[in-house]
């Protein structure tokens, strides 16, 4: 029980690495904080962990949106009255070079996967500040540490994160916040379903994706699901700053 009595707010959490994100916390003590856009999805999620853990709740929260950001960290500490880790996992996706790119897809994939992050951490710092400290871990991927093919808005949100850790883990030490990132290869979520299911051939898609990595298989939202958590962790007390890679040993190669 690591997080026996500790508030977790994970964006993003309905589904996929988000949904087993916080199942985890729950099921070491937590208490979880689900945020999310789609509001049946979001309260499907909140009753089914509820029968593992009572305090989990549910706010529907555009992270994109600087008022609902901030009235998500406020309802947080009414409710909790402390505020320990925020998991930035909030994201979409979409296809696309720079030619073929309209700039509201552009914003679109920004504005989540990167300034969602940005904002939902500027909202919480002053309560993790006020409670001695706390962690953010931000969700990237293998797409932020290496150019993957025809998805450029993709790509730079999700570098674009590592940065954001980087710069938030030196700008945030002295205040007792540890900043670190996650970079999941392509997991098997309802996500990458979708984005499979849209392929002329979704078979040979799946299989592409699979043969691209040394492990030859996607990964499961439970393996990142556990790396957060162990960065989140007292365990990994020392770390701030940290990218860590979990993909099947795609960049590696």
């Not at 947080?76 to 309209?102: C, I, K, M, P, W």
């Not at 730079?156 to 205040?175: F, Y």
């Not at 990595?213 to 990142?224: A, D, F, N, S, W």
């Amino acid at each position: 029980m690591r997080y026996q009595d500790r508030v977790a707010v994970v964006t993003g959490a309905s589904r996929g690495i988000g949904k087993a994100t916080a199942a985890a916390f729950a099921k070491e003590g937590a208490k979880v904080v689900l945020v999310d856009v789609d509001k049946e999805e979001g309260d499907a999620t909140a009753r089914e962990l509820q029968a593992v853990c009572p305090h989990v709740v549910f706010l529907r929260t555009d992270v994109a949106d600087v008022g609902r950001v901030k009235e998500m960290a406020d309802r947080v500490l009414n409710e909790f009255g402390r505020l320990d880790v925020l998991v930035n996992n909030a994201g979409v996706y979409a296809q696309g070079d720079v030619l073929s790119t309209g700039i509201d897809i552009w914003n679109r994939i920004l504005g989540i996967n990167l300034t969602g992050a940005f904002l939902c951490s500027q909202a919480v710092i002053p309560a993790m500040i006020r409670g001695g400290g706390g962690v953010i871990i931000n969700v990237a991927s293998e797409a932020g540490l290496v150019g993957i093919y025809g998805q450029v808005a993709y790509n730079v949100s999700k570098g674009g994160l590592i940065a954001l850790t980087r710069s938030c883990a030196v700008d945030l030490a002295e205040k007792g916040i540890r900043v670190n990132c996650v970079c999941p290869g392509t997991t098997d979520t309802p996500l990458v379903r979708e984005a499979v299911s849209a392929a002329s051939d979704p078979v040979a898609a799946r299989r592409r994706l699979e043969d691209s990595r040394p492990l030859k298989r996607l990964g499961t939202p439970e393996e990142i699901a556990a790396a957060i958590l162990y960065l989140a962790s007292d365990e990994a007390g020392y770390a701030t700053g940290a990218i860590l890679s979990v993909d099947g040993g795609y960049t590696a190669q």
